[in-house]
């Protein structure tokens, strides 16, 4: 990667990777997009190099963007999740499937790289749920898991047909302090870092004992770059390789947060829409392929995770004490 473009980089992810990326390749040569310019979003993604405004559902805006800035790889991340999906299928479509298939068109003409997040969303309830292996069952339920399913597919077509270099991982929940995540079914895991410190008390719309893979945001971070820099020769998945750091239920992190935050208290009040998308997805992953063909591993587990996510909001919510 040299010059590189980020979709929906005002997102949780985008974010962060914009400046991370930044750091590595040089301000220059990465440039932030989004569909609109978000008050809440961090300023200095916008502002410490080139930010575009790039509609994904129009392709016109996607080509003058990367041929304004003579890019040489697309990190896609614009997109919808898993429980406003549920709110909003037909939304959730044209974003996640026109948006892919525009910025795989523009790839295929203008011959550049592409990464592509799945989910854990792309199994379901037919999956293994335990140790859930690379190549299985993907029969998903949500609207969400359909999109990223057919999203890896259509990934491996554009390799296969037109030799398009895309590449991708099935991310599990990210937890991050820096921009919150937007309608996904494990945000509970990034709000109640939140809740510890500002309020004690927080409110759990997942059931106890329900686990799922996490991950924290420098691991997955690193999760793209090293993708995208592995050597292709050594790469048999390609798009879609298991990624986990972690997997917990909603009483293994708030019993990892109450050793830091005694007075923290936790109650349930479930969702069913989500619990019942969490219930269709994994326990935990195998990520056995992605250690194996580009050397992926994780740095944080639930308890260092936590050290770190409480002291850095601490920091952020000016909570200092
Ligand atoms: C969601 O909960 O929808 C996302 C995901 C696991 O893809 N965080």
Known sequence: MKRILVTGALGQIGSELVLKLR???????????SRSKKDTANKEVMESGPFELVDVLNSQQIIEATKKHNVDTVIHLASILSAVGEEKPH????????????????????NHGVFIPSSIAAFGPSTPMDLTPQDTIQRPTTIYGVSKVAGELLCDYYYERFGVDTRGVRFPGLISYEALPGGGTTDYAVHIY???LKTKEFICNIKEGTKMDMMYM??????IVNLMEADSTKLKHRNAFNVTAMSF????VYAEIKKHVPEFEIKYDVDPVKQKIAESWPNSLDDSAAREEWGWTPKYNLETMTVDMLEKLKEKLGNNK
């Open 91 to 110: 939304l959730l479509w044209d974003i996640n499937m026109n948006g892919l298939y525009n910025v795989l068109e523009v790839a295929r003409e203008k």
């Open 194 to 196: 939140y809740e510890a």
């Open 23 to 33: 750091r590595i390749y040089g301000e220059n040569n990465v440039v932030a997009s």
């Open 218 to 223: 420098p691991d997955a971070l690193d999760c």
């Open 249 to 252: 239920g909603p009483e293994d």
